[in-house]
């Protein structure tokens, strides 16, 4: 008998989000005597506490993070398996591939030329994500294929393909210290205030001041020329640069990977003939 239903880790999910069992009861449309019932017997079988409760407050506890985490990988495998079943069956459907805008290193157009002359070619439908939740978009069917920068986007559960590697620039106001330089290494950066990135685990960046949590290039941008931050990028993603910024190149950065990345598992010719296309489209880029 299974330790754990789609239906209780919808429940958990719910409750470790919103960390309030009214809200959470509300959410779900559950009555919360019943959602607490819930959470205690799913408690009582794993054998471990997951939420900490008092009279003000719900918080997780380190079993309650794991499940957490994992829980969301799993639902989302379940609804993906159904999608991509009902996908399987459609002769007609499209290739859905999703990108960050910008980020693609230039290799979008050439990808696509590549893989229209593919003889099974399906019409590629491109759908936009943000800054951290494209990976997700593969998790749970929303798209067959995604370009994600490692190391900042999750991986996990993903088979992928590098497709460039770049270095990564420093962006500064004009008139910081290091603006001066040619070149930048991360000690120079090392007492410098630099942005938290929202959904970004490790950027490879120094530890340094905590500076404005941001979402996306543009944001970090923002903050830059208004003096809050520094940020260290992608080659790419800091293209086309700002006119009221200084770029220089991190030279001890840890490189960044443009990768194509798709469901682990996914063998469908829609999906293979598509990243033999990528594949040849940046050897010859």
Known sequence: MAELETRELEYFIGVAEELHFGRAAARLAIAQ??????????????????????????????????????????????????AKA???????????LVIKPGGDANLLSGILAAYACQPDARQVDILFGGATDRADHIRDGRADVALLYSPFDDLTGLDHETLAVEGRV??????????????????????????????????????????????DAAEALHMIRLGRTLAILPRSLAQPPHPDLVYRPVTDAPHSELVLAWAQNDRRPLVASFVAAALDAARTA
Do not use: C, F, M, Y
Request: glycine share 8%.
């Open 170 to 215: 420093a962006i500064l106001p004009p008139d910081h210290r290091l603006a001066s330089r040619a070149e930048i290494t991360l000690a120079d950066l090392a007492r410098e205030t630099l942005p938290r990135w929202k959904g970004v685990r490790w950027t490879g960046a120094p530890e340094g001041g905590e500076g404005p949590e941001v979402t």
């Open 33 to 82: 005597p019943a959602l607490s019932k819930a959470i205690r017997r799913l408690e009582s079988r794993l054998g471990v506490t997951l939420l900490e409760r008092s009279s003000r407050s719900v918080t997780l506890t380190p079993a309650g993070e794991a499940l957490l985490h994992h829980g969301r990988h799993a639902l989302n495998a379940v609804g993906a398996a159904a």
């Open 86 to 96: 009902r996908r399987a069956a459609d002769q007609e459907a499209h290739l859905r």
